[in-house]
């Protein structure tokens, strides 16, 4: 199989960045599903040049793809691309294998050698915004208990507000889960994909469980009994989604062109 080029732009910007034809690679296009089959017969061997990692509409299924195929060269990064194929051009190399040019160019390195983990723009977003949420709700919970305590205990007792929280939360919850199910990637994407799930799940039950079932379910949970943890359990978790949020570094500059 020929060296795999991951492009998510069009295939004339191919020679203006590698100084390489199309023809010289299997390239695939990572804004589109479809171009997964194209790795099929992907080999452990098979060099894999990733200029522009984290672009592509699907550049996370391909990652997968590619991490669950045990492929042991994924060049990642336009300078090492540009590097690697600048010395295969080198006739006085052209009997060394990929293996020998890759260690000798430090690529083969453990460190440099695994591509990094690639967070979305979109889960980046859901994190910071959930984070700061709960981390002030959940101060405004430590410093005013028993408002707190008084508000939800009217909620539950008010079906027709409830029905109105209950509309709002579908549809939160309906927008994050369409947007971002996303179960794989590390404990970022999971936990915000959770998220949303739990949102739209609470949603439902306000919508469509009986006025007497709500107010039972809320009393299983003895809020007032335990107020302080659930506060610093919603505390902690702000403040690791704001922390991983805003330590996330959104994918390189020149997004992904169809």
């Excluded at 034809?21 to 296009?29: G, L, M, Q």
């Excluded at 098979?46 to 060269?73: E, K, M, Q, V, W």
């Excluded at 809020?223 to 690791?240: P, R, T």
Aim: with cysteine; glycine share 8%; aromatic share 10%.
């Amino acid at each position: 199989m020929q060296p795999v080029l991951l492009w998510p732009r069009s295939h004339s910007t191919i020679a203006g960045f590698l100084e390489r034809s199309p023809n010289d690679f299997t390239v695939v296009d990572t804004n589109y599903f479809h171009e997964l089959q194209q790795l099929h017969k992907l080999r452990r061997d098979t060099p894999i040049f990733d200029p522009f990692p984290g672009h592509g509409h699907h550049y996370r299924d391909f990652l997968n793809h590619i991490t669950a195929s045990g492929c042991r060269y994924h060049i990642v990064g336009l300078e090492a691309c540009q590097d690697v194929l600048r010395t295969l051009k080198d006739p006085s190399l052209s009997g060394a294998t990929i293996e020998e040019i890759l260690s000798a160019l430090g690529y083969l390195d453990r460190k440099r050698s695994k591509p990094e983990a690639v967070v979305w723009p979109l889960t980046i977003f859901f994190a910071r915004l959930i984070g700061l949420f709960l981390v002030l709700v959940s101060l405004s919970m430590l410093t005013q208990k028993q408002t707190m305590v008084e508000t939800a205990n009217a909620l539950v007792h008010d079906r027709p507000l409830l029905l109105i929280v209950g509309m709002i939360a579908l549809i939160g919850g309906l927008a994050m889960v369409l947007s971002h199910n996303i179960w794989s990637g590390g404990v970022l994407p999971v936990i915000v994909t959770l998220f949303g799930w739990t949102i739209l799940i609470r949603g439902l039950l306000l919508l469509f469980l009986p006025p007497g079932a709500i107010v039972g379910l809320f009393e299983m949970f003895h809020f007032e009994d335990l107020f302080y943890l659930y506060a610093a359990v919603a505390l902690i978790l702000g403040l690791y989604l704001t922390y991983a949020g805003f330590k996330s570094l959104l994918p390189s500059s020149g997004g992904a062109k169809r």
